[in-house]
């Protein structure tokens, strides 16, 4: 047995009430979460002691790069790969042992798109609620279906079979096949990449409106603007490891650097290009205070290529995200779970 019982089990064992239990418990928890792939001559840790809550009702953020992780500690909670070593629960439930319970407290988003093409959109969420017993009270149900088609604005494609939408539309899809049954934790693993604005906006307005009612929310995603505006708390995953979690604006105060922004049509000083950013003729440079942005500003002047579009502000994730992945500091937070 585990030397450190999680709060569910503490909660089990003192045989406190349901209703209590579910408000004191995380929604999820990953303990010492560690997942191996190896053949005969090679052995990666995609997971490596991966530990931390969150609490029900949050809306959490999970960062990192391509291939940090973040899908396979989804899948280690979906219960699509078991893990090598450590433990995850949903609401108490653990994803191994207790799996049907745990899927149930579940609606998760993939990032492929998914579908099958024989039925209409509204026959594929029927089936998917039915996947999870939700069919004793069908009207009830095909309310919440309606409510579903109109908040992601497939209310005209109701009836339209799932090979004639778009792509866009699909992913619209399978946001509702999560919803569907009602999951109290709500998993969207990059919900947004490669749809269109309009899309975004209406999915974080639900998905928003459904984390005011008190649903869990878990997103993975490389738009760090969404993270930043959308979730309360954040970790950071880097090659298997957590290396930042804390609030949102804990790790934003922590790195509140002064940022300039701009724009130039000619190549920046071999001193300055080593530390800046660049995306196209757009350069983000931090300076400490007053007196760099003017050692920054002359030097570009002094080399021919002076600044357009200048604008001065504080740190963003971006920021915060490029800094911890390429080692710059680790947040002290990052040792400790939530």
Same mark, same amino acid.
Not at 111 to 116: G, R, S, Y
Not at 184 to 195: M, N, Q, Y
């Given at each position: 047995?585990?030397?450190?019982?999680?709060?569910?089990?503490?909660?089990? &064992?003192?045989?406190?009430? @349901?209703?209590?239990?579910?408000?004191?418990?995380?929604?999820?928890?990953?303990?010492?979460?560690?997942?191996?792939?190896?053949?005969?001559?090679?052995? *990666?840790?995609?997971?490596?002691?991966?530990?931390?809550?969150?609490?029900?009702? #949050?809306?959490?953020?999970?960062?990192?790069?391509?291939?940090?992780?973040?899908?396979?500690?989804?899948? *280690?909670? @979906?219960? $699509?790969?078991?893990?090598?070593?450590?433990?995850?629960?949903?609401?108490?439930?653990?994803?191994?042992?207790?799996?049907?319970?745990? &899927?149930?407290?579940?609606?998760? *988003?993939?990032?492929?798109?998914?579908?099958?093409?024989?039925?209409?959109?509204?026959?594929?969420? &029927?089936?998917?609620?039915?996947?999870?017993?939700?069919?004793?009270? !069908? &009207?009830?149900?095909?309310?919440?279906?309606?409510?579903?088609?109109?908040?992601?604005? $497939?209310?005209? !494609?109701? =009836?339209?079979?799932?090979?004639?939408?778009?792509?866009?539309?699909?992913?619209?899809?399978?946001? %509702?096949?999560?919803?569907?049954?009602?999951?109290?934790?709500?998993?969207?693993?990059?919900?947004?990449?490669?749809?269109?604005?309009?899309?975004?906006?209406?999915?974080?307005?639900?998905? @928003?409106?459904?984390? !005011? #009612?008190?649903?869990?929310?878990?997103?993975?995603?490389?738009?760090?603007?969404?993270?930043?505006?959308?979730?309360?708390?954040? %970790?950071? $995953?880097?090659?298997?490891?957590? *290396?930042?979690? =804390? +609030?949102?604006?804990?790790?934003?105060?922590?790195?509140? +650097?002064?940022?300039?922004?701009? !724009?130039?049509?000619?190549?920046?000083?071999?001193?300055?290009?080593?530390? %800046?950013?660049?995306?196209?003729?757009?350069?983000?440079?931090?300076?400490?205070?007053?007196?760099?942005?003017?050692?920054?500003?002359?030097?570009?002047?002094?080399?021919?290529?002076?600044?357009?579009?200048?604008?001065?502000?504080? %740190?963003?994730?971006?920021?915060?995200?490029?800094?911890?992945?390429?080692?710059?500091?680790?947040?002290? @937070?990052?040792?400790?779970?939530?």
């Amino acid at each position: 047995m585990a030397a450190a019982l999680t709060l569910a089990a503490l909660a089990r &064992r003192a045989s406190i009430p @349901a209703a209590y239990n579910l408000a004191l418990m995380p929604a999820v928890s990953f303990q010492g979460v560690t997942k191996t792939y190896a053949d005969a001559r090679t052995e *990666v840790r995609a997971l490596d002691d991966v530990s931390f809550d969150i609490e029900s009702g #949050e809306f959490f953020g999970l960062l990192g790069p391509n291939g940090a992780g973040k899908t396979t500690l989804i899948s *280690v909670l @979906a219960g $699509l790969t078991r893990a090598s070593a450590g433990r995850v629960e949903v609401h108490g439930h653990d994803v191994v042992g207790d799996y049907a319970a745990a &899927r149930r407290c579940l609606g998760i *988003v993939p990032q492929e798109l998914v579908f099958d093409p024989f039925f209409s959109v509204r026959e594929t969420l &029927r089936i998917q609620s039915g996947y999870f017993g939700v069919r004793s009270d !069908k &009207r009830a149900n095909d309310a919440w279906i309606d409510e579903l088609l109109f908040n992601l604005g $497939l209310t005209d !494609k109701a =009836d339209a079979n799932m090979r004639q939408l778009s792509g866009g539309m699909k992913r619209r899809v399978l946001v %509702a096949q999560a919803l569907v049954h009602r999951p109290r934790v709500i998993v969207l693993d990059e919900p947004t990449a490669g749809v269109d604005v309009e899309l975004r906006q209406t999915l974080w307005q639900f998905v @928003a409106r459904l984390n !005011k #009612e008190g649903h869990t929310v878990l997103l993975t995603t490389h738009y760090l603007e969404e993270a930043e505006a959308l979730c309360g708390r954040i %970790a950071m $995953l880097k090659q298997g490891r957590v *290396v930042a979690l =804390d +609030s949102t604006s804990a790790l934003l105060a922590g790195r509140a +650097s002064t940022m300039l922004r701009f !724009k130039v049509d000619a190549p920046l000083p071999p001193a300055l290009a080593a530390q %800046a950013r660049v995306t196209g003729r757009t350069v983000q440079l931090k300076a400490r205070d007053a007196q760099e942005i003017e050692t920054i500003l002359s030097a570009l002047r002094s080399a021919g290529c002076p600044a357009q579009d200048l604008e001065i502000g504080r %740190a963003d994730l971006e920021d915060v995200f490029l800094e911890i992945m390429h080692g710059e500091s680790a947040h002290p @937070a990052a040792a400790v779970p939530a």
